[in-house]
């Protein structure tokens, strides 16, 4: 009983504690609410409040831009008012000055129809007093007519025969003076433009000979050069064309030949043979074959560099290789690249003080030798400035380049200025001193041989020798020697020279032939 009565207990208390726990929880439930609602509406009020203060902000904002946009609306506005006011004004401005300008107008328009009437009245005057005055000149003219005995033509032609004669007398002084005042200038002017130029280019003188020597280190590499009976030496003189001299002179040998290029073949092969120690005919056609492409290559290279120092563009590559090939050329013993590289610089400046083109006459002065660099046995026959032209002329190079080629030693007729440029250029560089080499006595006599020549043949008076021998230059007697004879006796002295003498180059003759009046006034 006790048990069940504790479980009774139990349960009922247990029944009461739910139910007091469900009432607590019931007013937990009731307050929460209550504070729930309280806050909403807390939250619905402020809302409200800040919705319509944000409304009457958005209005505000709204008014002022309003306000903002409807100032700016009446200053455009007024801008406006304001150019239409200024443009009216210039439009009324322009109107009075039309007005004004119409006015002056007519006013002229009045004023040049009065002078018109003024004129023409004026016309009608002077035609009459013209047409009285003919008349008055017609009647002095038949009155002077009977006077003289002569008619108006006669005395015409007389007058005019007068006047012609001191006109004609008037015009030779004024043209003798004229001419002798050129002369004068003519001849201060080109001494000016020799004398600057000369001045202005200065250039080392090269002086080249037939024979190069190759110094050795000692004497003992001389016999393996030489080789066995010999074989060796023949060998190089067969590759190379040159003649290979071997004698006492201490630690050298001497490589001759005319031609440069074959020459310096050998010096660079000999060069290389006594370098590398092996030395033997087939090792000496190796090096020597070698060394002429090496050679070529140098050629041209020296030409590019030629023609680039001078300025000079768009030249054909051949003709840079014949301009290389210079390098190992020489003219009286003067090298003949060295040469063509002074005339050019000479023609540049001389063409640049006469108003002329530098560049192309720099372009002739550097090709007027190229003829004296033949190809073939064929074109060494033919003169070389006629070589050298036909080389231009075939690489493309212009006419005035080409005629200044051709015409320097006067084989053919000049055609344009710069000709002669080219033509003073080469003989400035071949005559100063150290350029060229000659031995005196010789020279002096191949000189008077060419006046003794000349001297040989009838109706001679004097003869001269001049540039450098190479133009003879004869002056005949008139009352012997006519014209006829005087062509026959220039070809006859070409011809004894040609036959009789040995000279470098070509030698021009000249038979000048004048007839003197010489009266005295006393």
């Not at 409040?49 to 455009?76: C, M, P, R, S, Y």
């Not at 008619?151 to 004229?178: N, R, V």
């Not at 201060?188 to 037939?210: L, S």
């Amino acid at each position: 009983m006790d048990i069940a009565t504790l479980i009774i207990a139990a349960i009922v208390g247990i029944v009461i504690g739910f139910a007091i726990a469900k009432f607590l929880e019931k007013g937990k439930a009731s307050k929460t609410l209550s504070e729930a609602k309280n806050k909403a509406e807390a939250i619905l009020k402020d809302a409200k409040t800040e919705g319509e203060n944000i409304k009457k902000d958005k209005i505000f904002q709204a008014k002022e831009k309003f306000l903002e946009l409807k100032a700016e609306h009446e200053k455009v506005i007024v801008s406006k008012d304001k150019k239409i006011n200024e443009a009216e004004k210039r439009t009324r401005d322009k109107e009075s000055q039309v007005s004004s300008e119409l006015a002056k107008n007519k006013k002229l328009n009045q004023q040049l129809d009065s002078k018109l009437k003024e004129l023409n009245h004026k016309e009608e005057f002077f035609e009459k007093k013209q047409t009285e005055l003919d008349k008055l000149h017609r009647n002095q003219v038949q009155q002077l007519e009977v006077i003289s005995g002569l008619s108006a033509d006669e005395a015409k032609g007389q007058l005019l025969e007068s006047l012609k004669e001191t006109a004609k007398t008037d015009a030779m002084a004024y043209i003798q003076t004229t001419l002798e005042e050129a002369k004068l200038t003519a001849q201060q002017e080109a001494k000016k433009i020799v004398i600057n130029t000369i001045q202005r280019i200065g250039t080392e003188e090269a002086v080249e000979n037939c024979v190069s020597v190759f110094n050795l280190e000692s004497d003992d590499v001389k016999g393996r050069i030489i080789g066995r009976e010999g074989r060796n030496i023949r060998a190089l003189e067969s590759a190379t064309g040159v003649e290979i001299i071997v004698d006492d002179t201490p630690e050298a040998i001497i490589l001759s030949c005319f031609d440069s290029v074959r020459r310096e073949v050998a010096r660079l092969s000999l060069h290389k043979l006594v370098t590398d120690g092996r030395i033997h005919p087939a090792r000496i056609e190796e090096i020597v074959k070698k060394t002429e492409k090496q050679i070529e290559q140098e050629i041209v290279e020296v030409g590019k560099r030629a023609v680039i120092d001078l300025g000079i563009h768009g030249l054909h590559p051949e003709l840079v290789r014949a301009v290389g090939r210079m390098k190992y050329r020489s003219s009286y013993g003067q090298n003949l690249l060295q040469h063509s590289r002074e005339v050019a610089k000479l023609c540049g400046v001389m063409a640049a003080e006469l108003g002329l083109n530098p560049k192309l006459a720099k372009r002739a002065g550097l090709l007027h030798d190229i003829g004296k660099v033949p190809n073939t046995e064929a074109e060494v026959e033919t003169p070389h400035a006629i070589l050298g032209m036909q080389w231009a002329e075939k690489y493309g190079e212009k006419s005035d380049v080409c005629n200044a080629i051709g015409a320097h030693h006067d084989e053919i007729e000049m055609k344009t200025l710069i000709a002669p440029i080219v033509q003073v250029c080469d003989a400035i560089s071949g005559a100063r001193p150290g350029a060229r080499r000659q031995v005196l006595d010789s020279y002096i006599q191949r000189l008077k041989d060419l006046e003794d020549i000349a001297f040989g043949f009838g109706g001679v008076q004097k003869a001269y020798a001049i540039q450098a021998g190479r133009e003879l230059r004869v002056i005949v007697e008139s009352e012997k020697v006519n014209d006829e004879k005087a062509a026959q006796l220039s070809f006859e002295i070409s011809q004894k020279i040609q036959t009789d003498m040995t000279y470098p180059g070509q030698v021009k003759v000249t038979v000048i032939r004048e007839t003197r009046s010489v009266n005295v006034a006393k």
